[in-house]
């Protein structure tokens, strides 16, 4: 089976930590996002995957390579300027099967695709599009279902009166590659907004599926998958990995400490004296965590130093930035990479902090 996924966005809500690294490679707990997804389709018979890439292709090719550590054969494509989500299709469309998957390349979900592809066969449809109830769709498609899971109706970002269902769009399609047909060649077009509402009543199906769901866009999001990955609300190999006691630490990792489940701590970490790690806690490799700091639902990426005394609560530090003695840092703030943050500091409420950017001891110069 076939897949193709868009990546071409930029991922500006995620900035920083999309500054640097193009969203699809950003390190989600202890692995590049786009492994979930590669995992996800490799478990559902997917051997074939085509990237529609924009935005910063060489470093997502320089992590993932030609995906044979995912026993999939992995191609890159680069629109020359971003054509729009059925634009981006109809530029792979050389390269695409009769029938293929094509994907949202935001999404962290383990939706049954094969049941999917089960039911678009049965039915016969042109195009069958995963439904996930949500609570507010005014952000995404929102997709009305007959009883036979015909789609009666297809609307992107549905203002307030169109809302009368909560089913929206997962961004996880099978497709039949002949809906392409119709589309200009190299001419920016949206599959949400020039292919879907057309093909209503005319092969269009939707299957509701029964599984996690979580658009990882955004700070508060990126999170809260993480937390789900690690209690295992979500079914990944990082799941497996951690096992029934909510654990994974990565070798040559120095020092005392205690850790509270569920947590993942990568290769040699080096954590001082009473400090504390967890719950729900991710350190990446190569991290140094200071005597008596306590890092708490939060994620530390490769590199990072964190000093003395700090206290980490909900908040995403960057690849090797510095965090200096007794800092503060929680609500969701995410601090760039390399970013070196002075000490007695306290950060709250989302900021976010650029590469670049320096902010000195709290008490210099007072
Ligand atoms: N190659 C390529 N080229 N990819 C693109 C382009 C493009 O021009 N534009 C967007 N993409 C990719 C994005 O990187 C993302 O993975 C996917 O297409 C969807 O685009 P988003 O910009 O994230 O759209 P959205 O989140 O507002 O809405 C979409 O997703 C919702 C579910 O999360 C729609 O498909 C909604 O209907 C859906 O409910
Ligand atoms: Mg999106």
């Known amino acids: 089976m076939q897949a193709l996924i868009l990546v071409g966005g930029e991922g500006t ?19 590049p996002f786009m492994a979930y997804m590669l995992e996800w389709l490799s478990s559902h018979g997917v051997d074939d995957v085509v990237l529609a890439c924009g935005f910063m292709p060489a470093r997502i090719r320089e992590v993932l390579g030609d995906g044979a550590s995912f026993g999939i054969r992995l191609r890159y494509l680069e629109e020359p300027t971003p054509l729009g989500t059925a634009g981006a299709a109809k530029f792979a469309a050389d390269l695409l099967d009769e029938r293929f998957l094509m994907l949202n390349g935001d999404v962290l979900t383990d939706i049954d695709l094969s049941a999917q592809i089960a039911q678009h066969e049965a039915t016969g449809a042109r195009a069958t599009l995963a439904l996930v109830p949500v609570h507010d769709p005014s952000a995404y498609g929102l997709v009305r279902l007959a009883e036979d899971r015909a ?29 392409l047909n119709p589309l200009i060649a190299d001419q920016p077009s949206s599959i949400e ?9 005319d092969g269009l199906f939707g299957f509701p599926a029964d599984a996690y769901w979580l658009d990882i866009g955004t700070p508060e999001r990126y999170l809260k998958a993480t937390f789900d990955i690690l209690e295992r609300r979500v079914r990944t190999l990082v799941g497996e990995r951690l096992g029934s006691d909510g654990l994974a630490i990565g070798e040559k990792v120095s020092g005392s400490t205690a850790v509270h489940r569920p ?10 004296a009473g400090a504390c790690v967890g719950e729900l806690a991710v350190l990446g490799a190569d991290v140094e965590v200071g005597e008596r700091a306590s890092i708490r639902r939060s994620v530390v990426l ?21 965090i200096g003695q007794g800092t503060q840092i929680s609500g969701e703030v995410v601090v760039g990479e390399g970013v070196a ?15 670049g950017m320096e902010i000195p001891d709290a008490t210099a110069g007072r």
Not at 341 to 351: A, I, T
């Open 13 to 31: 809500r995620l900035r920083p930590l999309t500054s640097t690294v193009p969203k699809p490679v950003v390190t989600l707990v202890d692995r």
């Open 151 to 179: 789609v009666t109706g297809f609307v992107e970002k549905p203002t307030p009166d169109q809302i009368d269902t909560n089913l929206i769009n997962a961004g996880a399609y099978v497709l039949q590659r002949e809906i």
């Open 193 to 201: 907004r020039d292919v879907f509402p057309l093909l209503v009543g």
């Open 263 to 272: 947590a993942v701590i990568g290769d040699r970490c080096q954590i001082g």
């Open 302 to 322: 490769d590199g990072a130093v964190i000093g003395a005394d700090c206290v980490l609560d909900s908040c995403i530090v960057g690849p090797r930035a510095r």
């Open 341 to 355: 943050v002075g000490s007695g500091n306290v950060l709250d409420g989302g900021v976010r902090i650029f590469p």
